[in-house]
């Protein structure tokens, strides 16, 4: 599990490489939609199969598609970071030279490796808008998963849904996600593009402002699902 969400860090970055600043908001509503999605496709699927084949199912489909998706992975998939494809390219050039980055010349792999493991928690502690971020981020993931774990159980318990018609209560989150998938693709890239024309320069905190409209819709979803069960 954790192997796998590495993909959810590692996505912005592969973004970053592969898209210019102004395209970014609606490579990223994709990228971040297709990893919100599965957690809610997954049960609606989940639901009829445990229901029809039994609970082992539930398990072998997911082991059968992520193995076959990371054999792809390794067959398709290529390096996008500038600065290794910048030490690959002097490594055939001059085999001495790319070895090895000008920082890292006199230190041994351990060192190296700490060094790359501490950096996430360096650039957080030292970035107050990062850990902003990273506290939202953790609510909002919290509440999605408190929400996803409990619809069923509602469903199955109050209103007397059965084992797979209970998924179906999943489609409401399902559109919720591929709306708000839209709107980001659609505002945030433009309202970079109007703050880069307002004061000539852009930065990633130019993306927040549109985030505070999902968190009164956020906060009225989780208010209603309450309220209603």
Avoid: H, N
Wanted: net charge positive.
């Amino acid at each position: 599990s954790g192997a796998a969400t590495a993909a959810s860090a590692i996505g912005p970055g592969i973004v970053s490489d592969l898209f210019p600043e102004e395209s970014r908001g609606r490579a990223m509503s994709i990228m971040s939609l297709t990893g919100a999605l599965g957690p809610v496709v997954g049960p609606i699927i989940g639901s009829y199969l445990g229901e029809k084949a039994g609970w082992r199912w539930a398990f072998w489909l997911p082991t059968i598609a992520t193995g076959t998706l990371s054999l792809l992975i390794l067959v398709v998939y290529r390096e996008t970071y500038s600065v290794t494809l910048q030490k690959r390219k002097a490594r055939q050039q001059s085999p001495e030279s790319g070895s090895k980055s000008p920082e890292d010349t006199d230190k041994t792999a351990s060192q190296v490796f700490f060094k790359a493991i501490l950096r996430p928690l360096r650039l957080l502690i030292r970035s107050p808008m990062l850990i902003l971020v990273t506290f939202y981020l953790s609510v909002v993931y919290g509440y999605t998963y408190l929400v996803m774990t409990t619809i069923a159980p509602l469903f199955q318990d109050v209103y007397g849904f059965s084992e797979g018609a209970s998924g179906l209560a999943f489609l409401g989150l399902c559109l919720g996600l591929i709306l708000g998938a839209f709107l980001c693709s659609f505002l945030l890239d433009r309202y970079v593009r109007t703050a880069r024309a307002r004061s000539g320069t852009s930065k990633p905190e130019q993306r927040l402002p549109p985030v505070l409209i999902a968190c009164f819709v956020m906060s009225g979803g989780l208010f209603l699902f309450g309220w209603t069960a």
